[in-house]
């Protein structure tokens, strides 16, 4: 019998005020409690019991005792309730890492319904450039990635489709005249700086029409999407920006995309998910996101911002 068990037995005999009526409560054999107070008792060098006409008592020992046992089976027993509710799904905590657009766009609608769900369930969401979550993902700091570059990993998964669009302030499209692709190097243009997916995505796409990095017109570098969006909003220039991060902006006619004769950039989001470090609360909430995910849509007909995860 374990000394968790032991302090068990010890804890009925206070109860009871008896050996035997302990015994007969454990199912065991009053030997077998005799057995288990006496060692208690040469472990801590002092008697825990007075015997008694009526049985038996705490001693000023066993009193401290008991107290600090009591709290012990309160804790473990919380603890045993709580990883039954890890164990079911209903509790626990989800850290995941994401790259700016899904972290910032994609999974706080889903997540808030997912949430609705699982009310017992806490997610923390970072966000940082790709190659950094990847990182902190194979170091274990997230059991579930979601990144803009595609991850040297079989087990990885695409999720959601992206397209990068050209938007610029609605007083400056009339002045944009793009007959051709080339046209474009004549922008005052807004970038990410490197790293990032949605740079290395566009300057890939970019290269692959003939154009370089080199002969873009790029008047401003800034590290993130708001900022770009902050500058174009401002009139400093265009930008490329993901259509998930502008289709507010566009839809109140703050922002316009223009149309880039023979350019049209997309890509895919992919999901990777630890299974070594899947309690079954990030299960759920991973298979949830691969339910929600439609790769195979149309990037110009984004997926669902309010589409609910069960």
């Not at 692709?181 to 997916?197: D, E, F, N, V």
Request: glycine share 8%; with cysteine.
């Amino acid at each position: 019998m374990s000394y968790l068990q032991a302090l068990s037995v010890f804890c009925a005999v206070a109860e009871e005020g008896s050996f035997t009526a302990a015994a007969k409560r454990l199912g065991l054999t009053q030997p077998t409690v005799s057995f288990h107070i006496d060692n208690l008792e040469k472990n801590f060098g002092c008697p825990l019991f007075m015997r008694t006409a009526k049985g038996v008592e705490l001693t000023v020992y066993g009193q401290t005792l008991y107290e600090n046992s009591r709290r012990v089976n309160a804790i473990l027993e919380e603890a045993q309730n709580q990883i039954k509710a890890l164990v079911a799904g209903t509790s626990g905590h989800i850290p995941v890492g994401a790259s700016t657009i899904p972290g910032e766009y994609i999974l706080p609608g889903l997540t808030a319904a997912f949430l609705r769900r699982h009310p017992g369930v806490k997610v923390s969401i970072t966000t940082g450039d790709s190659q950094a979550i990847l990182a902190a993902y194979a170091s274990g700091q997230f059991p579930i990635a979601i990144v803009g570059t595609k991850p040297d990993d079989p087990a990885a998964q695409p999720l959601w489709q992206d397209e990068l669009v050209l938007v610029v302030h609605p007083d400056l499209l009339a002045e944009i005249r793009l007959p051709d692709l080339a046209a474009m190097t004549h922008l005052p243009l807004i970038l990410r700086k490197a790293p990032s997916g949605s740079r290395q995505t566009l300057l890939a796409a970019l290269a692959a029409n003939g154009i370089a990095v080199d002969r873009l017109n790029v008047v401003l570098e800034v590290t993130g999407n708001a900022a770009i969006k902050q500058a174009v909003l401002q009139q400093a220039g265009a930008g490329f920006l993901s259509r998930w991060a502008v289709q507010d902006e566009v839809a109140a006619g703050r922002l316009a995309i223009v149309n880039v004769p023979g350019l049209r950039i997309t890509r895919t989001f992919y999901g990777l998910c630890n299974p070594s470090l899947m309690p079954t609360t990030v299960s759920h909430y991973w298979q949830a996101l691969v339910t929600s995910a439609d790769p195979s849509a149309d990037s110009a007909d984004l997926p669902p911002a309010q589409r609910q995860l069960d």
